[in-house]
DNA sequence: GTCTATAAAGAGATAGAC
DNA sequence: GTCTATCTCTTTATAGAC
């Protein structure tokens, strides 16, 4: 099982958190946050059923942790890509890469952040739609700038949905068999993406 | 609630059974299959809690009948499109605004239909993988189509993908209150698909 | 075919020892 | 901080009257 999943809450300093978060990432995703039971999560992690809450207050606690660390994650990719180097069409080339490629390479982490929204506290629930506000807005913002400058043509606030649609679909049918492999997904998905924005037509 | 939602099913005769489905939909699509209870269902259809299992054996099969309905659904519109009358392009952008304007219309039954698979029976998920494997088999034939004849010009299998994943996705973000509307929305997204293909480059 | 009542199992969370 | 044992509530599904 992951080292990979169990590597990417960096943020959460006690081992133990960090392998139940691990635990929790895999029967979240493969299974429903709802089909999930603290045992599961619990067992997986090599623990007793009680140990969870010495570390967590609840099972919803633990679903928190993952998506807001995911959802920071994301908008955190997006932003450096927009605030990088060269042209509204590299940078967009650099943000569809990373972002595809993110959900590739994190596809059970993100399958948790993009569906299982509904399932947060009320609390966390407002904070992830704002990182999600956030994250649309910088992609809009980079994509009417192009159109601004000329380099793009097309309907921005279709296009950001679209663009966002093409990388965020990646979490549902992505699994750890899929070909291509996440980096070149992503250089595949960037090029699908700068000809759906009419950078090409130029 | 949603005359829409409860005509969506003509194929079932019973209108008793119709009613826990239209039920069943809303109750699954904003809270989960599994976040929702079986008095859920029954409650919101105006009956007892007993009264679900006379129309179906189980809670599993009242998302079985709502899963397979969609899928089918789904095929038909990729089908009835590829078949068309038209270019490859005429008959992807007929394909796309459909699909599109499908899952934004019926976003409750198409977020059930492409979000809650994992907790299908295992017979009726072989059936609805079967269902899926055609319905992208479609669209691949139809753009690989495209590129033979020298209409498009892209990677076959990645703009399948991201052709169908603009469509799905629509399920997961949109609302009764977004805007455009359905069929607005299917427009400007089969604009996009057709640009992405590379129609517009020749 | 619909109801009330209930059986049977499962699941989140806690108590208290070590 | 981890364990075993358990409390309490919820939930799927069934029994049997009308």
Redesign the interface.
């Known amino acids: 099982m992951s080292e990979l999943v169990a590597g990417a809450f960096p943020d959460v300093t006690a081992a133990a958190a960090r392998r139940l978060m691990a635990a929790a990432v895999e029967s979240f995703a493969?299974?429903?946050?709802?089909?999930t039971t603290t045992r599961d999560i619990s067992t997986a992690a090599g623990m007793s059923p009680a140990a969870l809450y010495v570390h967590f207050p609840s099972k919803a606690a633990v679903l928190s942790a993952i998506s807001l660390s995911g959802h920071e994650r994301a908008l955190a990719i997006v932003e450096a890509a927009a605030a990088g180097p060269g042209t509204p069409a590299d940078r967009m080339r650099v943000l569809v890469a990373e972002m595809a490629s993110w959900h590739a390479t994190h596809h059970r982490i993100a399958r948790i952040v993009?569906?299982e929204i509904?399932?947060l506290p009320k609390a966390d629930y407002t904070t992830v739609a704002d990182l999600r506000r956030r994250t649309e807005r910088v992609v809009r913002a980079l994509i009417e700038e192009g159109v601004t400058t000329g380099v793009f043509a097309?309907?921005v606030r279709?296009?950001a949905?679209?663009t966002l649609?093409?990388c965020?679909?990646?979490a549902?049918?992505y699994t750890a068999a899929s070909t291509p492999g996440p980096a070149e997904?992503g250089k595949?998905?960037a090029?699908?993406?700068l000809?759906?924005?009419?950078a090409?037509?130029r």
Chains 1, 2 share one sequence.
Request: glycine share 8%.
């Open positions: 493969d299974n429903g946050y709802h089909a993009q569906y509904t399932a097309c309907d279709s296009a949905r679209a649609s093409l965020v679909d990646i549902r049918w997904l595949r998905y090029t699908l993406v000809a759906m924005l009419g090409g037509s």
